[in-house]
C-alpha cells in the first residue's frame, strides 16, 4: 500500500484545514486507517483512526485522542480510497508534520506509512 498524504500549509490560529490521504496498491487488505502527527522535538503522536468493514473503506467506527476530539474529524471516501482529516480550531501547538497510516487485517498497529504534510499554525 502507498499513502501519499497532502493539504498542510501554514493557516492562522483558529483557522481550519483539511489534510487528505491517498492510498494505492492493495488497499483491499486495509481495515483501518489513521492520522498521527510528529512536532519537532517531540514523539510521534495518535491522533484518530477509522476502521473499515469487510475489505471496504467505510462501515467502522471512529477514534479520537482527547487532545482532538471536538476539533478534528476523520472521514474516508471509499469510491476513492481516501482518508481526510478535517482540522478546525487550529492552535499553535498543532504545528506539526501530519502522517496517515494504514494498517492492514494481522497486524495490530499501521504497517503502511506515507510522507507527511507539514502544518504550521501561527500565533
Known amino acids: 500500500v502507498q499513502l501519499q498524504a497532502s493539504g498542510g500549509g501554514l493557516v492562522q490560529t483558529g483557522g481550519s484545514l483539511r489534510l487528505s490521504c491517498a492510498a494505492s496498491g492493495r488497499t483491499s487488505s486495509t481495515y483501518r486507517m489513521a492520522w498521527f502527527r510528529q512536532a519537532p522535538g517531540k514523539e510521534r503522536e495518535f491522533l484518530a483512526r477509522?476502521?473499515?468493514?469487510?475489505?471496504?473503506?467505510?462501515?467502522?467506527?471512529?477514534y479520537y485522542a482527547g487532545s482532538v476530539q471536538g476539533r478534528f474529524a476523520i472521514s474516508s471516501d471509499n469510491a476513492k480510497n481516501m482518508v481526510y482529516l478535517q482540522m478546525n480550531s487550529l492552535k499553535p501547538e498543532d504545528t506539526a508534520v501530519y502522517y496517515c497510516?494504514?494498517?492492514?487485517?494481522?497486524?495490530?498497529?499501521?504497517?503502511?506509512w506515507g510522507h507527511g504534510t507539514l502544518v504550521t499554525v501561527s500565533s
Open positions: 477509522i476502521s473499515f468493514l469487510d475489505g471496504a473503506w467505510e462501515g467502522g467506527g471512529t
Open positions: 497510516a494504514a494498517t492492514d487485517r494481522g497486524f495490530t498497529s499501521p504497517n503502511y
